[in-house]
Each structure stands twice: as C-alpha cells, then as structure tokens.
C-alpha cells in the first residue's frame, strides 16, 4: 500500500521519511512540492534527491479524489462533485468574491445528524472523509483554479459534521494553516459544528481555528425539532462550550449561523429571545436564506421578514449579517449539497447513538 502525502501533516510527513531512513528536515522541501506547487509527480521535484525520488514512487503517491462534476453558476460559484470511493461522491464549492476566494470543504459523505432542513442530512451517512480526501479538495481547487493563492479562506461547511470526525479534521486543519502547505492563518480557516460540544472542546485544545455554530433557533424546544443532536447537547451547555473555546478562539466572537425559515423561527419575538443570548456570549449572527430542495417541507422567509429579524437584533446591539444566496442554480447552496452517498441504512444505526441521552 502507498501511503497519500496529501494526508500527512508535517509530524506525520517526518515519521513517513523517517522509517525510510530519510532525514526529517526533507519533509518541508516535500511539502512545498506537493501543496505549494501541486506537484504530484515525483520525478519533477527535481531538487530531491535521486534515492529519495525513487523511494518515494515506490512508497507514496500524491491522489485527490476525482472529479465527476464541474459546474460553474453566473455568479462564479463552482461546485465539484468528487469522487472518494467506488460508491460515493462528495461536494467543494468555490466561492469568488473580490477581495477572497472561499473554499466550502466536505468533511463525511453524508451525516448523522439529519437537521429537518438539510439536504446532506436527508441522504443519510456512509463514512468519514480520510485527510487526504478533505485536503484533496483544497489541493485540486487551487490545482484548477491556478493563479498564486486562489483558495484564500476555508469553510468547512460542506457535507458532513467535522467534529464527528476529528481524527482526520485535525491533521487536515494543521496542513491548511503550514506554512509550508497553505499558510492559512487560523482565522481564515471556519470550522461549523451543529452543537457537537465534545468535539468542541478537542478542537479548541488541539487545533483551535475560527468557528461557526448552527443554531437556528432561540430555545430547546424549536432546536431539537430543527436540529436533532440539541436532544443530547442542549443550548445551555452549548452555550457553555462556546465560551469555553473563546478561550483560545483566533477570533474573538463566534459565528452564530441561523437559516431563516418562513413562520418557524423568524418571528419577532424569536430575535428578541437571541438579543439574549448574544449577551451571554460573544458572537455574531450570520443569517442564512433556506435554501429549498425537493421534498423538504420548508420555506425561506421573505426577504422583507429577513430584514426585520436582522433590525431587531442590531436594535439590542448585535453584529448580524445576511449570507448572499449563491450558486443556487447549481444547487452549490448551503445545505444543498447531496453528493452521491450509498447505504443509507448507517444513519439509523448512529442515529441511535447520538440520541441516547447520556
Ligand atoms: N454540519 C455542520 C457543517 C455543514 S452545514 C453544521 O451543521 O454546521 C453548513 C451550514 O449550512 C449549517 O449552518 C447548516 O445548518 C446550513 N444549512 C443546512 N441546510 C441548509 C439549507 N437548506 N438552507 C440553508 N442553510 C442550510
Ligand atoms: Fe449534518 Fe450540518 Fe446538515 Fe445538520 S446541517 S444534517 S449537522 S451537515
């Protein structure tokens, strides 16, 4: 088996060089061949040496998923749709904006949280993505995109939910923010959780980058209907949490995400009940349009409703913005990625899990 650089951060690239007999210190050298320069053939990383080339055909390979679909909307919104294994494909959506260029990564084929309004949710869980499978998509998108530094800010906010799946997040994190691969700072790099308040922690202790939390509605009751994993790490504790990792957040705010469904959670006295908890923790509000699909039995709030929910929290002092609605056409939206996921039977298995009270 040969191992995918594409999955090695710098302390696992050195291990790899080092039962090779190679010194450590070649690991940035490789490193800036293989996510600097996109380099995937190692006979023209012609400053390595020989033996080291020849070693590294034999034992490493540099592979991102491929790619199955490519489209492009008029907005410059491009999604890809990648494929990870002989039975699933997975969404990364580009997102071209003056100043920045963001990268929407999927974290699992599918996921076991199954939000009410979400379409990645709906098509049940297959895996998680491996750290070669979440850096390929960064790793390709700069490829296609080409120019200096096209990726310059990572969302991971496509399929999946990450702080499910730390184990690989992590290395796929630290790869990002090397400077010898991306050279990301951390707080051009968001993770979004669902509330996942473990996972939270692990990734304020071990990778802390910017983060984002799905909350979507002011109280327990709408939030567990909406967001079922809240049955287990109810909005108290998760409140908590997320002072907790301000501690040591890059930034000092948290990004509350809340998608905007018409009559469920966008009434007025919804926003009077958020002004609250904006005032327990340092955060923004980032408001998110619904975005349909088929069968989902929701519908986004009129843009006019929209705009009240936004007044009234500014009115009691919170920075709130409106996210753009892009890419819609090609259904690149937040929470419309689909992907192609098999067995969707695994879903009810963790399901069970995750709704266990403890
Ligand atoms: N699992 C993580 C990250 C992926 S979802 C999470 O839930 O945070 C990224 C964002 O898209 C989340 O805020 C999610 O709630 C939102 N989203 C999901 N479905 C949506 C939809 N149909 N319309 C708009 N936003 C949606
Ligand atoms: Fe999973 Fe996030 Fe979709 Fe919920 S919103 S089902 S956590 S991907």
């Not at 190679?22 to 020989?50: G, S, Y």
């Not at 963001?102 to 098509?123: R, Y």
């Not at 691969?181 to 980058?209: F, H, K, N």
């Amino acid at each position: 088996m040969r191992v995918n650089l594409l999955g090695l951060d710098a302390a696992g690239l050195a291990a790899f060089l080092g039962t090779r007999g190679e010194k450590p210190f070649r690991a940035r050298q490789l490193m800036q061949w293989v996510h600097q320069r996109r380099e995937d053939e190692f006979t023209r990383m012609t400053d390595l040496a020989k033996d080291l080339r020849a070693k590294l055909q034999q034992h490493a390979v540099v592979q991102a998923p491929a790619i199955v679909g490519d489209s492009t909307a008029a907005d410059g919104t491009r999604k890809w749709l990648l494929k990870v294994d002989g039975a699933n494909a997975v969404d990364a959506v580009f997102i071209p904006e003056s100043a920045r260029g963001t990268l929407c990564v999927s974290s699992q084929a599918g996921c076991v949280l199954d939000c009410a309004f979400c379409s990645t949710g709906k098509q049940g869980f297959n895996r998680n993505l491996t750290t070669a499978e979440i850096v390929g998509q960064l790793w390709l998108a700069n490829r296609l995109l080409g120019g200096e530094r096209p990726v310059t800010n990572v969302v991971l906010m496509g399929m999946g939910e990450p702080l499910l799946n730390l184990d690989n997040v992590v290395p796929a994190l630290r790869l990002m923010l090397d400077d010898n691969a991306y050279g990301l700072s951390r707080r051009r790099v968001t993770v979004s959780t669902s509330g996942v308040i473990p996972g939270m922690d692990r990734l304020r202790d071990e990778c802390p980058v910017a983060l984002a939390v799905s909350l979507h509605a002011p109280d327990d009751a709408l939030r567990n209907r909406l967001v079922p994993v809240n049955r287990k790490y109810p909005m108290r504790d998760l409140l908590k949490a997320c002072e907790r990792y301000l501690e040591k957040a890059p930034r000092d705010f948290i990004t509350f995400e809340y998608v905007m469904l018409d009559g469920v959670n966008d009434g007025d006295a919804q926003a009077r009940k958020l002004a609250g908890i904006a005032e327990r923790v340092s955060c923004k509000f980032n408001l998110i349009p619904f975005n349909p699909f088929a069968q989902s039995g929701f519908e986004r709030s009129p843009a006019e409703r929209i705009r009240r929910f936004a007044e009234i929290l500014q009115a009691k002092g919170v920075t709130v913005t409106t996210r753009k609605t892009r890419g819609d056409a090609i259904d690149a939206a937040c929470g419309q990625l689909a992907g192609e996921v098999a067995d969707r039977t695994r879903r009810s298995k963790t399901l069970r899990v995750v709704e266990a009270r403890p």
